[in-house]
C-alpha cells in the first residue's frame, strides 16, 4: 500500500544541507532578476499590482530590504484597488510575507509573527491554490522556536491551499516535535 502523502514523507526525511539551502537561494536571486525587469517595465496601476508580489520577493531575497519594503506596501495600496482580480491574494500574501521577514531582520518577532498571520488571512489565488504559499517566513520564525505561531500559520494556510493538506500535515507533525521542515519547494515561492 502506497501512502497518498508518500512523496511529501519523504522529502522531509532528511533535513536540507546548508549546500541545499545555498543554492535554492541562489536560484531564487536569479529568478528575482526576472521579476524586477517585469516590475521595472510596469507602466500602469493594473501592470504594477501583477508584478510587485514577485518584485518585493525578489528584492527582499537580493538583500535590498528598504526597497523590499517599499514595494510590499505598494503592493497592499495597490491590492485594495484591486479587491476582486484573481492577483488580490498573491499581492497580500507576499507583501506580509516581506514584511515580516524584514521584521525579523529588525528583530521584531511580534511584528513577524502578525505579518505571518497577515499574509494567510485573504482568500487565495490561482497561483496560492495549487502551488502554495511562502514557507520562507514561517521557517525563520520556527528558527526563533516560534511553534505556536507557525502552526496557526499552516491552520490558515489549510483554508485556501487544499492541494497542500498532504504538506500542511507532514509539516504540521514535524513542527509538533519541534523540528523545522525543510519546505523545500515552498521556500523561495
Known amino acids: 500500500v502506497v501512502r497518498v ?26 529568478m528575482g532578476k ?50 476582486d482580480n484573481w492577483n488580490y491574494g498573491n499581492a497580500v500574501h507576499y507583501a506580509h510575507t516581506v514584511l515580516g521577514l524584514v521584521a525579523l531582520g529588525r528583530a521584531d518577532v511580534s511584528a513577524a509573527i502578525q505579518a505571518l498571520h497577515a499574509s494567510a488571512a485573504m482568500p487565495g489565488s490561482p497561483q496560492l491554490h495549487s502551488f502554495g504559499p511562502s514557507m520562507l517566513l514561517a521557517r525563520e520564525l520556527l528558527l526563533l522556536n516560534q511553534h505556536r505561531a507557525v502552526l496557526d500559520y499552516f491552520a490558515q494556510c489549510a483554508v485556501f491551499w487544499s492541494s497542500g493538506q498532504a504538506w500542511l500535515r507532514v509539516w504540521r507533525q514535524k513542527v509538533l516535535r519541534k523540528e523545522i521542515p525543510n519546505f523545500t519547494m515552498h521556500l523561495y515561492r
Open 34 to 83: 526576472e521579476a524586477l525587469a517585469e516590475w521595472s517595465a510596469a507602466d500602469s496601476d493594473e501592470d504594477r499590482f501583477y508584478a510587485a508580489p514577485r518584485a518585493a520577493m525578489a528584492l527582499y531575497v537580493m538583500e535590498e530590504q528598504e526597497s523590499a519594503t517599499q514595494v510590499a506596501h505598494q503592493s497592499l495600496g495597490l491590492a485594495a484597488q484591486y479587491p
Open 5 to 30: 502523502d508518500s512523496f511529501e514523507v519523504e522529502s522531509e526525511q532528511k533535513p536540507l544541507k546548508p549546500s541545499h539551502l545555498r543554492g535554492l537561494h541562489r536560484a531564487a536571486r536569479q
